[in-house]
């Protein structure tokens, strides 16, 4: 595709609940980030894949949050048990190589209940 | 620690009124500053990479400089559709990157 996608763009879910996010870097990037943004805050980073190596998983916040990505594509990030602090823009972004500029996705905005 | 600190928090101007935003950085070896551009219900959208002290990049009404602690961005004649929070983010060595909490600029017809 010709941008980073990411769904769904809204999820409203209940405390307690489970929830995935799914993104779809660019074709061809091979680094692919999760980096969170709560209301009025700067990105907050998640966790980091590239190629084929062990992901940076240094920013997950708690264990209930986990991320999988299959080869250099899709990626899913899950966070179980939601909490009200859970509540944030998860943004999405790729690259080709590091370092280097980022593309990010529009974004999927969690809302706990 | 990689630190980022944007001011202002927020900026008011008039259509044409230039100013500039500060972004100050701690790293321990910085490979590079980029500037992103984030609107409302949007993903932030890449503006700049430096990636040495005295280096410059200009798009449009935008130049972003460098020191070897902080970065600006100049806005020379902003119009309302520059009105956007803008962010700053450093890397040092293959980490990834670390932002700030950015600014929001508001621009008056």
């Known amino acids: 595709g010709a941008g980073v996608s990411q769904s769904p763009s809204n999820k409203v879910t209940e405390k307690g609940k489970d929830v995935e996010l799914r993104c779809d870097p660019i074709?061809?990037?091979?680094?692919l980030y999760w980096y969170r943004q709560r209301l009025g805050q700067g990105l907050e980073f998640l966790i980091y894949?590239?190629?084929?190596?062990?992901?940076?998983k240094s920013g997950l916040p708690s264990d209930r949050f986990s991320a999988e990505r299959t080869g250099e594509s899709v990626s899913t990030l899950t966070i179980q048990r939601t909490q009200q602090e859970d509540s944030a823009v998860y943004l999405c972004?790729?690259?080709?190589?590091?370092?280097?500029?980022?593309?990010f996705g529009e974004g999927s905005r969690l809302t706990v209940l | 620690e990689d630190q980022v600190t944007q001011s202002p928090e927020a900026l008011r101007l008039q259509e044409g009124e230039s100013s500039s935003l500060n972004c100050s950085y701690t790293?321990?070896?910085?490979?590079?500053l980029f500037w992103y551009r984030q609107d409302p219900g949007k993903g932030p959208e890449f503006l700049f990479t430096?990636?040495?002290a005295g280096e410059e990049k200009e798009k449009e009404r935008l130049k972003a400089t460098l020191t070897k602690k902080e970065s600006f961005l100049h806005i020379t004649a902003p119009k309302p559709e520059d009105s956007a929070t803008y962010l700053c983010?450093?890397?040092?060595?293959?980490?990834?990157?670390?932002f700030g909490k950015g600014t929001r600029l508001s621009v008056i017809a």
């Open positions: 972004a790729s690259n080709r190589r590091t370092p280097g500029e980022l593309f």
């Open positions: 074709s061809g990037h091979t680094a």
């Open positions: 894949f590239q190629g084929n190596s062990a992901p940076d």
């Open positions: 790293v321990s070896g910085l490979r590079g």
């Open positions: 430096l990636y040495s």
């Open positions: 983010a450093v890397q040092s060595g293959n980490t990834p990157l670390v």
